[in-house]
């Protein structure tokens, strides 16, 4: 199998423009899942902010945050793996994990859920163009470079 090379996929992502960070997300996800996410989050150490609208409070369980009121604003959690690499995880649903990165800081990979990950272009939710898949322990190209 051959890798994915990014002169073959850049053409999905703009990195000139600015705030523009692919939608990552796993779906079928659980609130086991989230879970997860946040206890890697602890074991590793990672720096990180949790914030319900303009307020910043310590992170809770993924099962308090999921089970908040329908109306109540989207929590998100920030994590930097490390100095350079910021992830920003939105809890929109307990079925599927969604977080943004920046891919000029992506420079490696860590599997905690064994669950595939979909990339979307900004704003193209819905329309996968890079995927990981978890049989073959690889990234994968999910759309034809050819068509943009």
Not at 120 to 125: K, L, R, V, W
């Amino acid at each position: 199998m051959l890798a994915v090379l990014w002169d073959d996929v850049k053409c999905f992502f703009d990195l000139d423009l600015v705030g523009s960070l692919p939608d990552a997300r796993v779906p079928n996800a659980s609130v086991e899942d989230w879970q997860a996410v946040l206890d890697l989050v602890a074991e590793k150490g990672w720096k990180c902010q949790y914030s319900e609208g303009e307020g910043v409070l310590p992170v809770p369980r993924a099962e308090a945050v999921l089970s908040r009121a329908a109306d109540a604003e989207c929590p998100e959690l920030r994590v930097w793996p490390t100095a350079d690499v910021l992830a920003i995880f939105r809890f929109h649903a307990g079925d599927e994990v969604d977080f943004d990165v920046d891919l000029r800081e992506l420079q490696g990979q860590d599997r905690r859920l064994g669950k595939p990950v979909l990339m979307d272009p900004e704003g193209e939710y819905g329309h996968p163009v890079l995927g990981f898949d978890v049989e073959a322990d690889r990234v994968v190209l999910l759309a034809d470079p050819q068509a943009r």
